[in-house]
């Protein structure tokens, strides 16, 4: 027997919040039942999979020891951009002159996430 992943869980102080913010990230909404100051959130992924934004009354205190790869649909540098204007900051930027890398953005609470490029940009390289 194997275990199955079913939601990856953020602990957060405003989980509808949060929940919006990666909602616009994903493109994905929120549970129809979520509202403002409810103490957990959902945003449904393809596969059964979810994340899933719970409130705890402590904030976030050291880097993440996981975190989430996204790649872009458009270009790396387009979604950066788009992120920094829904709420992301700027975390670390490893992209390199020759096209590779990636950057580290984080969400409105600090969690840390990265930024790689498209898939039509890795082909493009090759």
Known sequence: MTSLLHNITFDCRDAYELGRFWSQVLGR???DDDNPGDPEAYIGLPGGHGLLFIQVPEGKTV???VHLDLRAET???EEVERLLGVGATLVDDQ?????SGW???ADPEGNEFCIERSAAERA???
């Open 75 to 77: 270009t790396r540098d």
């Open 29 to 31: 909404p929120l549970a």
């Open 124 to 126: 493009a390289q090759v």
């Open 103 to 105: 950057v580290v953005l």
């Open 95 to 99: 992209r390199r002159a020759d096209g």
């Open 63 to 65: 880097k993440n020891r």
